[in-house]
T-cell receptor, first 111, second 114 residues
Framework: GEDVEQSLFLSVREGDSSVINCTYT??????LYWYKQEPGAGLQLLTY?????DMKQDQRLTVLLNKKDKHLSLRIADTQTGDSAIYFC???????????FGTGTQLKVEL | GAGVSQSPSNKVTEKGKDVELRCDPI?????LYWYRQSLGQGLEFLIY????????KSGLPSDRFSAERTGGSVSTLTIQRTQQEDSAVYLC????????????FGDGTRLSIL
């Protein structure tokens, strides 16, 4: 199908790790992105990974890419209350410039 | 430096009226995108501008929607004869070039059609 799938909701305790998963559709996708959206705000680019990479780490964020299964994940270490937001994965499909977004995962961080 | 700027931040209008939404991209970015975020449809691509090339209009949902980009910078998205289903957040993004550069988003315009 055409959809990029994400689970809708994730709840973690402060200080724990969060793992947000995404399944994309197009094996020719060149870049995959993670964006964060806080209430009333636009999309903040968190990180992105090129399709020939398996992993990318950026401070508390780790992105894992499994091309065979078309699976992308975002791990947030030492999750804080300020990480509470909706997280979107997005793919840039081969030959195109637009982003195709997932459904978004709402992360709730509890004390 | 300044990010992508969109105005107005909120717009309420009556069904049947025309609306114009403005986007001011990051200075020097040649690529500009419009997306729509609605409860039922999630985030959808609308239109893409790159330099002087013909825009990619493949995401515009109907001929009531149009967009312009003047002088390679500011863009205006126009919706004519608005309908209630046009209610959404309209997001603009820009990138340095169109080729695999990350897109940076503005805070959007929340459009409500009464």
């Amino acid at each position: 199908g055409e959809d990029v799938e994400q689970s809708l909701f994730l709840s973690v305790r402060e200080g724990d790790s969060s793992v947000i998963n995404c399944t994309y559709t197009d094996s020719s996708s060149t870049y995959l992105y993670w964006y964060k959206q806080e209430p009333g705000a636009g999309l903040q680019l968190l990180t992105y990974i090129f399709s020939n990479m398996d992993m990318k780490q950026d401070q508390r964020l780790t992105v894992l890419l499994n091309k065979k299964d078309k699976h992308l994940s975002l791990r947030i270490a030492d999750t804080q209350t300020g990480d509470s937001a909706i997280y979107f994965c997005a793919e840039k499909r081969g030959g195109g410039n637009k982003l195709t977004f997932g459904t978004g995962t709402q992360l709730k961080v509890e004390l | 430096g300044a990010g992508v700027s969109q105005s107005p931040s909120n717009k309420v209008t009556e069904k049947g009226k025309d609306v114009e939404l403005r986007c001011d991209p990051i200075s020097g970015h040649t690529a500009l995108y419009w997306y729509r975020q609605s409860l039922g449809q999630g985030l959808e691509f609308l239109i893409y501008f790159q330099g002087n090339s013909a825009p990619d209009k493949s995401g515009l949902p109907s001929d009531r929607f149009s967009a312009e980009r003047t002088g390679g910078s500011v863009s205006t998205l126009t919706i004519q004869r608005t309908q209630q289903e046009d209610s959404a957040v309209y997001l603009c993004a820009s990138s340095p070039t169109g080729n695999n550069q990350p897109q940076h988003f503005g805070d959007g315009t929340r459009l409500s059609i009464l």
